[in-house]
């Protein structure tokens, strides 16, 4: 590319206000010409007023979405703002903006329209519980299937997309653990996807709100998700419908 794409970083946060300042002085460590958007989903805590502090976008949502609708909220913003690449990183700062150049260059270089960084090609870095682990790796297998393609990391929201990704999330995005869903999404809209090697971090500050019995929840939900949506008609990309 001779010229740099209008590239935005998207932050979903929830009560994260312990962790988000650190993370977006990462980011503007990493590249001070990336645009950040914090999206506070229904946050109670300072998340907002310390993302603004720090230089960030903010869009504070009235009451919590959950996961998927703050990260579609993310999308939207990054689309009608006219983003040509967009980065996501969550707002616990479990994903390291060192670890972007490898998350970013397959779609810099046209090889890819979403890129995803998986803890799980390599053996080192932060990889969660190992219950959660279990049930990461038997999703893998369950969407590998459905994609023909090996994949490791389905529940990983660390991830970069082109114009042509965004175009298709910003209008159409799994609004509950989005992450599985969304990658098949990917596969059946014909978006060419690939998983690159990353280290993750354990966040620092605050707990996750995926506990054991919500770990089964998920997983049970994805799995009749993706069960029924085998038999839904083959969806084509948006620009041929």
């Keep these: ?10 932050v979903p946060a ?3 206000a312990k962790n988000i300042g650190a993370l977006l002085d ?7 010409e990336f645009d950040v958007v914090v999206v506070s989903d229904g946050s109670y805590d300072r998340t907002a007023e310390v993302a603004r502090s720090h230089g960030a976008y903010v869009v504070t949502l009235p009451f919590n979405l959950g996961i998927g609708g703050a990260v579609q909220t993310g ?10 690449l967009a980065v996501r990183c969550d707002g616990d ?21 979403i890129a995803v960084g998986s803890r799980f090609v390599s053996a080192e870095g932060y990889r969660s519980s190992a219950a959660r682990r279990v049930g990461i790796r038997l999703l893998a297998v369950v969407v590998s ?3 023909r393609q090996r994949l490791t990391d389905t529940t990983s929201g660390f991830q970069a997309l082109n114009r042509r990704a965004l ?8 609004h509950d653990y989005p992450e599985v869903e969304g990658m098949v999404m990917t596969i059946k809209h014909r978006l060419r996807l690939v998983e690159v090697p990353v280290l993750m971090r354990e966040r620092e500050h605050g707990q996750s709100s995926i506990t054991a019995l919500r770990s089964i929840y998920y997983m049970a939900k994805v799995l009749v998700a993706l069960f029924v949506g085998l038999f839904r008609r083959s969806v084509v990309p948006a620009e041929d419908l």
Excluded: T, W
């Design 14 to 16: 929830y009560n994260e």
């Design 75 to 84: 999308f939207k913003f990054a689309h009608d703002n006219g983003y040509e």
């Design 93 to 113: 700062g479990q994903h390291d903006p060192a670890e972007l150049p490898k998350v970013i260059a397959p779609v810099l270089a046209g090889d890819a329209d």
């Design 145 to 147: 299937a459905i994609a």
């Design 1 to 10: 590319m001779s010229e740099s794409p209008r590239r935005i970083a998207i």
């Design 167 to 174: 175009e298709l999330f910003a209008a159409d995005y799994p």
């Design 26 to 32: 990462e980011l503007r460590e990493f590249d001070p």
